[in-house]
Structure formats: structure tokens, C-alpha cells
């Protein structure tokens, strides 16, 4: 059983290990940083922590809050240094379900109060706007027509980690499958999503240097 634990033998040349045999450093940029599978693209939310504003309002500091920052620290270190660091066939960074908490709040905060800087303004609206693209993605496509990536033994997995047109985030554009989203069963939520998108970015919009105090 121990020895059917690992990956198959791929092009990539860490493939066909088993354990936490795969190398840290490569595992934490895919992690951190894959098209298909990481942290930035599928919880762009967690980018606004970096705003001391936005700690503050969700009473999360750096230096009161240690046990947390470890926690997420040492869970991303554990995973990148086991074999299937991608979570298998499953959309997204499963492994990092937890930290939609922190993302959300994050969001919300943000969009709550008001901004002072242009910079800061367009970066969060940038956020606001692949979050709710990653919500609506993760429930309408799915993996849609990927199966390519797991044909012959999985030769061309990597293909769904890394490539930006397998990501799942982005291959419903390359397909042409976002063009018919009104077709799908689940497309009312897809239009619901957009009406409050829209309503957040406009409010956001409007609370731009409306109070000097804040954020």
C-alpha cells in the first residue's frame, strides 16, 4: 500500500516519488504562484492582509497574532513537500480551503471603507473582481474539458497546474465555453454573482477618498 502511495513518472523531473519527497522550494512557488493551483489566483483576497489598514479593522496583526501566521506558514511548507502538493484531480488548492476566511474578511473590509489611494483603489477592485470570478468559475465550469490532463496515466497533468490556458480558472475562455454560460443550468447564479460584483465595485468606487480617516 505504502509504495502505491506516490505519483506516476511524468516529463517533470520530481514525478514518481513517493512521501514528502518533492523539493520545498518548487513546491511553495506552485503553491504560492500556479496557474492551476495557486494560492494568489484562487484567494486573491489574502493580497489585501498586506494593508496594515485592513489588519487593523479585522484585529489581525503581525505581532499579536503569531499562532496564525505559523499555522498558514507551516501548512503551505508541509504540503510542498509531499508528492501531490496539487490536492489530485480536484479544482482549486483544496489543501487551503481554511484560508477563505481570512480572504473574505479581508474583502469585505476593504470594501467597507473607504480608500485614499488610486493605487490601492485599483488594486482592490482587481481583487474583488478575480474573487468573484473565481466563485462563479468554481461553480458553473468547474473542470470542464480538461480531460486532457488525465489521459495516458496522467502524462499531461502538469499541463492543469501550470499552463494558464489548462488552468481551470482560465480554460472556459480558451474553449469558448464563457460565450455560452447562459446556456448552462447554472448560469442564475453566474447573474447574480455580476449584479453584486457590480454593486461592490461601484460602492467601492464611490467611498474613494470620501472619508480621510480610513484605509
Excluded: H
Aim: proline content about 4%; aromatic content about 20%; overall charge positive.
Amino acid at each position: 500500500m505504502q509504495d502505491a502511495e506516490k505519483g506516476l513518472v511524468t516529463v517533470l523531473p520530481y514525478s514518481g516519488m513517493q512521501g514528502f519527497s518533492y523539493t520545498l522550494f518548487f513546491g511553495i512557488l506552485s503553491i504560492l504562484l500556479s496557474f492551476g493551483k495557486g494560492i494568489i489566483f484562487y484567494l486573491p483576497g489574502l493580497l489585501l492582509l498586506f494593508n496594515a489598514k485592513v489588519r487593523e479593522r479585522i484585529n489581525f496583526r503581525f505581532e499579536t497574532s503569531p499562532g496564525w501566521i505559523i499555522f498558514g506558514l507551516l501548512l503551505i511548507a508541509v504540503y510542498a513537500k509531499w508528492w501531490a502538493w496539487y490536492g489530485g484531480n480536484y479544482w482549486g488548492p483544496r489543501f487551503f480551503l481554511v484560508f477563505t476566511f481570512p480572504a473574505s474578511l479581508a474583502l469585505a473590509v476593504f470594501i467597507n471603507n473607504t480608500i485614499k489611494r488610486k493605487l490601492m483603489l485599483l488594486s482592490g477592485i482587481s481583487v474583488i473582481i478575480l474573487s468573484f470570478w473565481v466563485g462563479i468559475d468554481g461553480y458553473v465550469f468547474g473542470q470542464l474539458l480538461m480531460d486532457q490532463c488525465w489521459q495516458n496515466n496522467y502524462a499531461l497533468e502538469s499541463l492543469c497546474w501550470y499552463a494558464p490556458e489548462y488552468s481551470a480558472l482560465w480554460r472556459p475562455f480558451v474553449t469558448g465555453e464563457i460565450y455560452k454560460i447562459l446556456s448552462y443550468e447554472r448560469a442564475p447564479f453566474a447573474i447574480w454573482q455580476v449584479l453584486v460584483l457590480s454593486y461592490l465595485v461601484i460602492t467601492t468606487m464611490l467611498n474613494y477618498r470620501k472619508r480621510p480617516t480610513l484605509v
